[in-house]
């Protein structure tokens, strides 16, 4: 795990965070994650938390996959 993230840290660029649309979400830590994918202008966002996370990030075109899936996908 040390050596994928470590990877992971290497390829991932920072992304600034606007924060002009909340609340979206029930839990306040779970609205980090959905700005952080819609700033990033990500394709999906990966959470094991679908059921929080499905609503609010369709609005934003955002698909909400599990990580097994995702990674079966590519």
């Known amino acids: 795990m040390g050596i994928f ?4 840290a ?7 965070v606007h924060f002009l649309w909340r609340p ?3 839990d ?5 994650v959905l ?4 700033n ?3 394709h999906a966002l990966l959470t094991f938390n679908m059921k929080h996370f499905s609503n ?6 955002l698909r909400v996959m599990q990580p097994g899936p995702f990674l079966r996908s590519l």
């Open 35 to 38: 700005e952080a994918a819609v």
């Open 24 to 26: 979206q979400l029930r």
């Open 5 to 8: 993230l470590d990877g992971l």
């Open 10 to 16: 290497c390829i991932v660029e920072p992304v600034e």
């Open 40 to 42: 990033a202008s990500a």
């Open 28 to 32: 306040p830590a779970d609205e980090l």
């Open 56 to 61: 609010a990030a369709e609005q934003f075109g």
